[in-house]
């Protein structure tokens, strides 16, 4: 059996991520060892899900903190409890202090709903459509201090149909984001996926400014 990667995840909300990493783990030869999940939500589907697939789960609520730096203090706490190699942030709706980012640099992954640069932020899908785009997609990143900014890994491609909404778009998004996550979480695991002055590095090399390229 492999070196385990122990990895763990920050949700806010149903998880739908956090539930494809979990499928893409199989427990007799994946590097990835998924230690705990953590919300700062009580109300995240997402805890659930993990409860059902065995793995710790921890809630640390937001509002019972004077500000973001205290509570990001206390959830670099919890984390290290765990001793992770990893962190996943899989639809946790919090903007990271630069103490927290610094803390975890080069060990920190995101997954963002566009094609980064490319509308950071929210409602990418409808901003996608109203500039009349003709592809859209998701980006996995490294997390650095600038928000959405960090270095890309990997980025799915997907062309706007000329009948989507940002539903119906973001749909196809979704089942995009459940690919190339769990990948860029194996490249991790596996020692193949680093970060370094340049950016992000797969099996050595440094990847273009667009990360790893996926057209469906």
């Known amino acids: 059996m492999p070196d385990t990667c122990d990895v763990v995840v920050l949700l806010s909300g149903t998880g739908s991520n956090l539930q494809a990493l979990i499928n893409s783990v199989e427990p007799e030869n994946s590097p990835v060892k998924i230690r705990a999940v953590i919300s700062n939500r009580e109300d995240a589907y997402g805890l659930q899900r993990a409860k059902d697939a065995g793995i710790d789960t921890h809630v640390l609520d937001h509002t019972a903190f004077e500000g973001r730096e205290a509570f990001d203090a206390a959830l670099i706490e919890v984390i290290d409890t765990f001793n992770p190699q990893l962190v996943v942030l899989a639809g946790f709706m919090r903007i990271l202090s630069a103490n927290f980012v610094r803390h975890y640099q080069g060990r920190l992954l995101n997954i963002h709903p566009s094609l980064l640069p490319k509308y950071k932020g929210l409602h990418t899908h409808q901003r996608a459509l109203e ?16 928000l959405d900014g960090g270095p890309l890994v990997v980025q799915a491609v997907i062309a706007i149909e000329s009948d989507d909404s940002p539903h119906s778009l973001a749909q ?38 667009s990360g790893h390229l996926i057209r469906t």
């Open 172 to 209: 196809r998004v979704h089942t995009q984001e459940h690919l190339i996550y769990p990948l860029a979480v194996r490249w991790f695991a596996e020692g193949r996926l680093s970060l370094d002055e340049q950016g992000a590095l797969l099996d050595g090399q440094l990847l273009a400014a």
């Open 131 to 146: 500039a009349g785009d003709s592809e859209h997609g998701c980006s996995v990143h490294f997390v650095t201090e600038e």
